[in-house]
T-cell receptor, first 113, second 111 residues
Framework: AQSVAQPEDQVNVAEGNPLTVKCTYS??????LFWYVQYPNRGLQFLLK??????LVKGSYGFEAEFNKSQTSFHLKKPSALVSDSALYFC???????????FGSGTKLNVKP | DGGITQSPKYLFRKEGQNVTLSCEQN?????MYWYRQDPGQGLRLIYY???????QKGDIAEGYSVSREKKESFPLTVTSAQKNPTAFYLC??????????FGEGSRLTVL
């Protein structure tokens, strides 16, 4: 069965500090991995994806994520957090050649000034 | 601009009524999806469609129905059989390979 786990419901970080939002996955075969961000009462916005190639993926707004196959993880990172990064973050996975996506339960990121 | 349009943004329904949520895309994507979002539960897949005139049930299809008569449109009907329909509904589309593109969502409240 395919699944995604985001072990932290909430992450608190001070502005200017690095942030990490964790994601682990379980999927048969090669995974396609994604990160999305959601602001209140809005749709999800795409941040970045891993399909193949370099394990370090760079995305929008200074975010990056590292694919670790042995640990089945895809953690989202940013070197210096902004207050405006405060939002709900979702990790998602789908199997190669399949159209069904599986989402984690989301992690609320709070960046304090 | 290309994108996904969901309407209405907010909808109120009395118990026992069916309601239809609209989703239109001009991205020329083949695949379209409906998700339900509840607090603390992430996104759950209701239905998805990979081509016109074809769709598949997701994980929580009971009490919902869809149609895909045109490539651009994928409306979702929340029927009176759905026991707890109050939620935020998100429509998305996807090109042949790649990520999901989401609309702005529709919030349904049952009075």
């Amino acid at each position: 069965a395919q699944s995604v786990a985001q072990p932290e419901d909430q992450v608190n970080v001070a502005e200017g500090n690095p942030l990490t939002v964790k994601c682990t996955y379980s999927v048969s075969g090669n995974p396609y991995l994604f990160w999305y961000v959601q602001y209140p009462n809005r749709g999800l916005q795409f941040l970045l994806k891993y399909i193949t190639g370099d394990n370090l993926v760079k995305g929008s707004y200074g975010f990056e994520a590292e694919f670790n196959k042995s640990q089945t993880s895809f953690h989202l990172k940013k070197p210096s957090a902004l207050v405006s990064d405060s939002a709900l973050y979702f990790c998602a996975v789908r199997r190669y050649n399949f159209n069904k996506f599986y989402f984690g339960s989301g992690t609320k990121l709070n960046v304090k000034p | 601009d290309g994108g996904i349009t969901q309407s209405p943004k907010y909808l109120f329904r009395k118990e026992g009524q069916n309601v239809t949520l609209s989703c239109e895309q001009n991205l020329n994507h083949d695949a379209m999806y409906w998700y339900r979002q509840d607090p603390g539960q992430g996104l759950r897949l209701i239905y998805y469609s990979q081509i016109v005139n074809d769709f598949q049930k997701g994980d929580i299809a009971e009490g919902y129905s869809v149609s895909r008569e045109k490539k651009e449109s994928f409306p979702l009907t929340v029927t009176s059989a759905q026991k707890n329909p109050t939620a935020f509904y998100l429509c998305a589309s996807k090109p042949v390979s790649g990520e999901l593109f989401f609309g702005e969502g529709s919030r349904l409240t049952v009075l």
